[in-house]
């Protein structure tokens, strides 16, 4: 496993600031009232526009502080000023999209995946409507667009870790075919508690991916899925302080787990805070692998995309335009992308922040999720969009996922289960 890469945070930061130009002190009022007014690049000698005086609204899945404090620190710095509500300020994803259709006061969204954004586009959120938009950058983000619209923003993965020391295999390299092989390879491994969540959901997905069954009444997946989905839940390591897998695995509790890209160096290099017998890597030797799988792994990519937002004049329109632009631009995204551990999906912000090479996490599985699914004209994205309400119903109606290692949920009959109703929310087996 390669060590991280230094990307050089100063040297982006010099960047950003050299291609965007400092901003004065907001502007009086009655600049703003005239749409803005024009600050001197110090970089360049140009004049360019001051838009601080309106407050764009953002509303992401961020959900720490720092990376709250850290985007209205650039932002203000190239001259704009941005009010944010993040997961932090209302407790999760949907939720924060929720707050947005309600409140109907949002100009930007940023981040969350691409399940949540094929909902807006198809009408799920009725006072969420996206705004027609091509930025200058869009030919970067390569098949990260949709519907010419909302363009991607970053890339991660879930994966599979394992350890190589005494804690883990003893030396032995491990692969798998697919994901579900994790219940016969004679290893422990850690499983989350809880149905939902974007760890958990992308785990499930790659696990369900070798048992599509376009024909199955089951959701769509063969019973066998379902089996040996059952059989990951059943056999797996509940820890009920744990919420992801990085902290089992990091003690020696489990031999392997499931973790995401985007928070993997940062955990290892802190890992010696919670655990006698740490996972090494950023400045010692690995004891630790990526388990490398047939299939791949599902990459989760977030977008970003222009609300309308009805009474937005055209001065504020130009605003909110020009705050996307910036801030799908290479130096930004690079710079945001080295904070939060993701791969940006603008390829020369990922060239800019991996010039000696990309670290084999966010590349070396193929991404299943945009592979065809047999005949159905359908990517396994667009087929897990398709299912997954049906997924969560039956995970939900038989149990799956039980928090209490010690009391196990009885496992269904498979051969007797009504699918046509527990495919169904608010039922039971």
Known sequence: MKKRFVSGMVALTMALLTACGGSEAKTEETKAAAGGGETADSASGEEQKDYSWYTIRLY?????????????DMAAEAGFTVSIDDSNVVNGADAVMQAANENKDGDFLDGFNDTLWYQILEGKYENLKIADWKPAWADKVGEYVLEDKVYGRGIQNVMLLYRTDEYGTNGETLSFEHWSDIVDSGYTWYRQNKIGGTTNTNTNNAFLYPYVDPGSEAGGISVEGWKKLWRFCADGQVFMEDTYGFDPLNRGDVNMSIYFTSALYGAIQNAGDTSEHPLLGTTQPENWELLKVADGTYYI???????????RTPQEEEVVRAFAEWFGSTEVRAIIAEDRGTFPCNEDAAAMLYPDGVPEIFTSQKNMALTQVGDTGMTYLEYVNEHIAEWNNIQTN???YWSDQNSPVAEPDWDNIDWATITKSGTSS
Do not use: S
């Open 60 to 72: 992401t899945n961020g959900n720490t502080t720092q990376m709250v404090d850290m985007v209205k």
């Open 301 to 311: 990519a977030e977008y970003m995309g222009i609300l309308e937002r009805e009474g």
């Open 398 to 400: 038989l149990g799956f």
